[in-house]
């Protein structure tokens, strides 16, 4: 379904969303019977036209409200879109990289333990993340050029928690700090049931 556009009082484009893409913002399923194209393109983000807004275009206009929406709902974490958009940059030296790659990613959340480095650690991988943990692993059995030591699953790798990596970054405000106990600063393990490549 085409989506329309209005301007915000701060001359800010704002798109009517449709559920599906309501959904996507707030890191909920997408709703049943969502129409094919659509779910592709909010998943892989391919804005096809001006019909179709990018994700980043999406986030821009309704950041605000999916933020207050999700400190509200879940203090000491952040939807994905805020991770892939907003959440702090590292430059391409600080992940290992060569200062040629084309633009700075977001900066994981520290590793404080456990087995095994990412891929991108040890082999010529690129880093991916999913909300600030690195996605891909070696793996038993790999190929030559997957090298590194795969996770010990009695010794996951372990991370900073988000509420860790935001304060960190003085990115909690203090009301939303109130709300947080001491288990939600402790270090998180990696699961086997993560988005993760291995």
């Not at 309704?62 to 994905?80: K, Q």
């Not at 907003?86 to 060569?98: F, V, W, Y």
């Not at 190929?143 to 900073?160: A, M, V, Y």
């Amino acid at each position: 379904m085409p989506v329309k556009r209005r301007k915000s009082k701060r001359n800010k484009t704002i798109f009517e969303l449709t559920e599906a893409q309501r959904a996507f913002l707030h890191d909920e399923p997408l709703p049943h019977g969502t129409e094919g194209f659509e779910a592709f393109q909010l998943r892989r983000d391919c804005a096809m036209d001006d019909e179709y807004p990018s994700n980043s275009a999406l986030w821009e206009a309704y950041r605000e409200e999916v933020l207050a929406a999700w400190i509200a709902d879940h203090p000491g974490t952040r939807p994905n879109l805020w991770w892939r958009f907003d959440a702090p940059r590292s430059a391409p030296e600080a992940l290992g990289l060569t200062s040629e790659w084309p633009d700075k990613l977001e900066e994981p959340r520290r590793q404080l333990g456990g087995s095994s480095q990412p891929l991108y650690q040890t082999s010529a991988y690129a880093p991916r993340f999913w909300r600030g943990i690195p996605t891909d692993w070696p793996w038993v059995g790999a190929d030559k050029f997957n090298l590194g030591t795969p996770i010990d699953w009695s010794d996951p790798p372990k991370f900073e928690s988000e509420a860790a990596y935001l304060d960190r970054h003085g990115l909690l405000s203090p009301a939303e700090r109130r709300r947080l106990t001491a288990d939600d600063f402790e270090p998180v393990a990696l699961e086997s049931g993560e988005p993760l490549c291995q």
